[in-house]
């Protein structure tokens, strides 16, 4: 029995790794740039509710950022802000009630907050060592607030209503079920 519980895990986090990438490359017009709104980023709430949802998006960042235009130093930084963020929003899933909606609210911040931050001065850095914009910190307080602008778009726009289904529609609890997971007192009851 415990053998397929992690095998379900494994499979749950390779399946949020597949989508993640198809959801990149299907909007690839607005997925890579300082002003992105990476569909895919709406997965970034799942850790909120699934610890096994972290190894998945950073893998699935690292493969949909193979395809980037900014190369191999956004596969490491992106993959980076995607696994620090899955882990903050990991965490607040662990000690927060999951009902709440101030919860959820909290657990959209953490992707908005290591994409503005990495992926802004990654993309800054690459322009002001390319001869182009003003200095860094500039150019980062620019691009930072672009990324972030579209982060809190995914986030707040689609990320905060798959929040509201899956505890509403009892998606949360069927799922957790399926991989053998048990529900406490700061998991949804219903």
Do not use: H
């Not at 959209?108 to 907050?113: A, D, E, G, H, K």
């Not at 691009?143 to 986030?155: E, H, I, P, T």
Request: net charge positive; with cysteine.
């Amino acid at each position: 029995m415990r053998d397929s519980v992690n095998i379900r895990k494994i499979s749950f986090a390779g399946v949020i790794a597949a989508l993640y990438v198809a959801l990149v490359l299907v909007g690839a017009m607005v997925s890579f740039g300082p002003l992105q709104f990476r569909f895919a980023e709406v997965l970034t709430v799942l850790p909120f509710f699934f610890p096994i949802a972290v190894p998945g998006l950073f893998v699935g960042c690292i493969i949909a950022n193979l395809f980037s235009p900014y190369g191999l130093i956004d596969v490491v930084v992106g993959s980076l802000a995607s696994l620090f963020a899955g882990l903050c929003t990991m965490k607040i899933g662990m000690v927060c009630n999951r009902e709440r909606l101030g919860s959820k609210l909290l657990a959209c911040l953490p992707p908005v907050i290591f994409n503005a931050i990495m992926i802004g001065a990654m993309i800054s850095w690459l322009v002001v060592s390319a001869g182009a914009g003003y200095g860094f910190l500039t150019t980062f307080v620019i691009y930072g607030a672009y990324v972030g602008l579209g982060q809190l778009g995914v986030l707040y726009l689609l990320g905060m209503p798959l929040m509201i289904y899956m505890t509403k529609s009892g998606m949360y609890n069927r799922l957790s079920a399926l991989m053998g997971e048990t529900l406490n007192s700061t998991q949804v009851s219903r």
